[in-house]
């Protein structure tokens, strides 16, 4: 089946610091890739969708410069959380379709903790 | 605008008793549904999908969701909970048009909490 690998599982970083969430497809091709944010104890709110190669498109109220997302390959997507303040800490989870299938494959989810 | 609307979120269920996650949607187009599964600081585990088939779908672990046009709703049901059932459960929509770049949208999701 469809897998999605997703890295870290957890992170902690400084007030001001950049961090970088990866999600890769292991067997298959994810043309689309889909960023989603979850609260504690509330639904995934989703932040952008990228396609390989071309720029993310992001939801209204997604800071773009905040949230830099790169999928340069069809394998691999990434999300990068700029100069993270302590309101960023919040569960990211990425999904992968291939093409015009029905099917999303989630990523396991990176808890971030901003101290 | 597509959307999911989960009615109850928090559904308490002895072990052994008949679990019902109620969901609606609405959509503009004929929509994908989906339920998916999620146990605390983990990912989404899909339970089953919709995707314009069989009305009833069959999933894992037990569950089947009914696609009703007329009620537009998808509501999730297991005969029998069991402990391991206890998590947060969320209800989807997608357009069902197969563009690539639709995604998933969810519900506010239900907590199921099973007591012995």
């Known amino acids: 089946g469809a897998v999605v690998s997703q890295h870290p599982s957890r992170v902690i970083c400084k007030s001001g610091t950049s961090v970088k969430i990866e999600c890769r497809s292991l067997?298959?091709?994810?043309?689309?890739m889909f960023w989603y944010r979850q609260f504690p104890k509330q639904s995934l709110m989703l932040m952008a969708t990228s396609n390989e190669g071309s720029k993310a498109t992001y939801e209204q109220g997604v800071e773009k410069d905040k949230f830099l997302i790169n999928h340069a390959s069809l394998t691999l997507s990434t999300l990068t959380v700029t100069s993270a303040h302590p309101e960023d800490s919040s569960f990211y989870i990425c999904?992968?379709?291939?093409?015009?299938?029905?099917?999303?494959?989630f990523g396991s989810g990176t808890r971030l903790t901003v101290v | 605008a597509q959307s999911v609307t989960q009615l109850g979120s928090h559904v308490s269920v002895s072990e052994g008793a008949l679990v019902l996650l109620r969901c609606n949607y609405s959509?503009?187009?004929?929509?994908?549904l989906f339920w998916y599964v999620q146990y605390p600081n983990q990912g989404l585990q899909l339970l089953l999908k919709?995707?314009?088939?069989?009305?009833l779908v069959k999933g894992i672990n037990g569950f089947e969701a009914e696609f009703k046009k007329s009620e537009t709703s998808f509501h999730l049901t297991k005969p029998s909970a069991h402990m391991s059932d206890a998590a947060e459960y969320f209800c989807?929509?997608?357009?069902?048009?197969?563009?690539?770049?639709?995604?998933?949208?969810f519900g506010k999701g239900t907590t199921l909490s099973v007591s012995s």
């Open positions: 959509s503009s187009v004929p929509p994908y």
């Open positions: 989807a929509v997608s357009d069902s048009y197969n563009q690539a770049g639709t995604a998933l949208i």
């Open positions: 919709y995707t314009s088939a069989a009305t």
């Open positions: 067997d298959f091709q994810a043309t689309t």
């Open positions: 999904s992968a379709k291939k093409g015009a299938s029905p099917g999303y494959t």
